[in-house]
């Protein structure tokens, strides 16, 4: 079946500029996650969504990101006054979430590439 | 606060010989292990986890975790590598208990490369 889709693949930006990224979990996954893997690291953790609820948003680092998921399925990410330093490839994954806390394997996506210029 | 170390940045093995990659974590409560693999320009690839039973978990691609909950480690390891496992290797960790939503706690990741 259809793993994780995420589009676009790669997006070039201005510093300033607004940012959508949008991720299509496998389907019947009720759990999202949204990551970012910077250059060299491994990922961190921005948000999780049960359903339609972000319900950790600890991760993410200030008020310029915010991210959806009206329906419980598809979810977008958005970056406001973009900067430089959110150049990164940002990572979304699904996971069954039928318990809570989920403890199902998360399967990712291929990422999108953010450049910020 | 929860953490993973790998630390190694890089194992260099020739083709056929065993392969160790070694991760440790912390974590308060009991731990459920990840390893993830992820080639070139692409997203990462579930390879294997531990939640709990026997310590020994065996995964795809051949690869193999044993959980070693006094030294907390969580090492991977096959048996006979080959030249296509060359990839970065990242070790996973998310704690077990109340208040937890599941997130992922990363480590570095350590590159493996598999020379003919």
């Known amino acids: 079946g259809a793993g994780v889709s995420q589009t676009p693949s790669n997006k070039v930006t201005e510093k300033g500029k607004y940012v959508e990224l949008r991720c299509d979990p496998i389907s019947g996954h009720t759990a999202l996650y949204w990551y970012r893997q910077s250059l060299g690291q491994g990922p961190e953790f921005l948000i999780y969504f049960q359903g339609t609820g972000a319900a950790d948003d600890s991760g993410l680092p200030n008020d310029r990101f915010f991210a959806v998921r009206p329906e419980g399925s598809v979810s977008t990410l958005k970056i406001q006054r973009t900067e430089r330093g959110d150049s990164a490839v940002y990572l979304c994954a699904s996971s069954l979430g039928t318990r809570f806390p989920p403890t199902d394997t998360q399967y990712f996506g291929p990422g999108t590439r953010l450049t910020v210029l | 606060a929860q953490s993973v170390a790998q630390p190694e940045d890089q194992v260099n093995v020739a083709e056929g010989n065993p392969l160790t990659v070694k991760c440790t974590y912390s974590v308060s409560g009991n731990p459920y292990l990840f390893w993830y693999v992820q080639y070139p320009n692409r997203g990462l690839q579930f390879l294997l986890k531990y939640i709990t039973g026997d310590n020994l978990v065996k995964g795809s691609y051949g690869f193999e975790a044993e959980f070693n909950k006094s030294q907390t480690s969580f090492h991977l390891k096959k048996p006979s590598a080959l030249v296509s496992d060359s990839a970065l290797y990242f070790c996973?960790?998310?704690?077990?208990?109340?208040?937890?939503?599941?997130?992922?706690?990363f480590g570095q990741g350590t590159t493996l490369q598999v020379k003919p």
């Open positions: 996973a960790v998310r704690a077990h208990g109340s208040g937890n939503t599941g997130k992922l706690i």
